[in-house]
């Protein structure tokens, strides 16, 4: 059975730094994508960021230039470095895994990370 367990979230001032990261068992991911997305009450779950097995990353556009996104392999384990951060990061952030399937992707979610900014 695949976990996904986030960590790392928290309560932090505009202009700070947070690091979530994501540790997945269960099964091996080496197919695998894994990313963030993130998300506030009464909205859509946004992509952050994603990163292939071999490194190959992806932004969102408001994660672009202060959000790094990576993996250790050996630990499977994702990780998020968020600096500069605006209250308007504030949501509670999911880490995302997909693996290629037939018929289709497997697909899955941790339970979050609240990650809260204040001025």
């Known amino acids: 059975q695949v976990q996904l367990v986030e960590s790392g979230g928290g309560s932090v001032q505009t202009g700070g730094s947070l690091k979530l990261s994501c540790a997945a068992s269960?099964?091996?991911?080496?197919?695998?994508?894994m990313g963030w997305y993130r998300q506030v009450p009464g909205k859509e779950r946004e992509f952050v960021s994603t990163?292939?097995?071999?490194?190959?990353?992806g932004y969102g556009d408001s994660a672009m230039g202060r959000f790094t996104t990576y993996r250790d392999n050996a630990k499977n384990t994702l990780y998020l470095q968020m600096n500069s951060l605006k209250p308007e990061d504030t949501a509670m952030y999911y880490c995302?895994?997909?693996?290629?399937?037939?018929?289709?992707?497997?697909?899955?979610w941790g339970q979050g990370t609240q990650v809260t900014v204040w001025t």
């Open positions: 995302n895994v997909e693996c290629p399937s037939f018929p289709r992707a497997q697909t899955y």
């Open positions: 269960g099964r091996s991911f080496g197919v695998c994508g």
């Open positions: 990163v292939s097995y071999s490194g190959s990353t």
